[in-house]
T-cell receptor, first 111, second 114 residues
Framework: GQQLNQSPQSMFIQEGEDVSMNCTSS?????WLWYKQDPGEGPVLLIA?????ELTSNGRLTAQFGITRKDSFLNISASIPSDVGIYFC???????????FGTGTRLTIIP | EAGVAQSPRYKIIEKRQSVAFWCNPI?????LYWYQQILGQGPKLLIQ????????DSQLPKDRFSAERLKGVDSTLKIQPAKLEDSAVYLC????????????FGQGTRLTVV
């Protein structure tokens, strides 16, 4: 099955730095989601986007639904140790169809 | 509110053996999902139930995988016989109104096939 391409695959940053990651698809999606997965846990929904061009924030996290409907972006400002984990994007093509997940971006904070 | 419960947390089996996973969704959630997450990849939907009926099982390898939700509450996912490539985390999720974008995930069962 199709998987969305996430970039970068991994990131090593220092505490306090800002983080940017993106997700691209060859096909159009009507809904974009961003999840965080901690080791040994299931994914937890961070932000949901429902409209092209939409910009939505959740605390220090900001996500955008790309104008082309084929991409989405997630930014984390002033990173803290609990931001460590794997971030997944997910897209939903139409209606209530099943989600397609990205390949993930692993975020590591260097002491 | 209790979350999605899964058991066991870990399972190691030899190839060609059988294995079963159990999931209890959040109380009142009519929709239940089983996802497979291979190491280094995102989750992939295997099967979706609405109450005790199957909504989507298009990505379930039906020659070896089966799932049931007989009473519309908890569910079991079975693999028989297991292959090496079945090594993965099996995640169960549930949603209240059947919206795939509003699903809550359990902690998963990590399966290792040797």
């Amino acid at each position: 099955g199709q998987q969305l391409n996430q970039s970068p695959q991994s990131m090593f940053i220092q505490e306090g730095e800002d983080v940017s990651m993106n997700c691209t698809s060859s096909s159009i999606f009507n809904t974009w989601l961003w999840y965080k997965q901690d080791p040994g846990e299931g994914p937890v929904l961070l932000i949901a986007l429902y409209k092209a061009g939409e910009l939505t924030s959740n605390g220090r996290l900001t996500a955008q639904f790309g104008i082309t409907r084929k991409d989405s972006f997630l930014n984390i400002s002033a990173s803290i140790p609990s931001d460590v984990g794997i971030y997944f994007c997910a897209g939903q093509p139409f209606g209530n169809e099943k989600l397609t997940f990205g390949t993930g971006t692993r975020l590591t904070i260097i002491p | 509110e209790a979350g999605v419960a899964q058991s066991p947390r870990y399972k190691i089996i030899e190839k060609r053996q059988s294995v079963a996973f159990w999931c209890n969704p959040i109380s009142g959630h009519a929709t239940l999902y089983w996802y497979q997450q291979i190491l280094g990849q995102g989750p992939k939907l295997l099967i979706q139930f609405q109450n005790n009926g199957v909504v989507d099982d298009s990505q379930l390898p039906k020659d070896r995988f089966s799932a049931e939700r007989l009473k519309g509450v908890d569910s079991t996912l079975k693999i028989q016989p297991a292959k090496l490539e079945d090594s993965a985390v099996y995640l169960c999720a549930s949603s209240l109104h059947g919206m795939n974008t509003e699903a809550f995930f359990g902690q998963g069962t990590r399966l290792t096939v040797v």
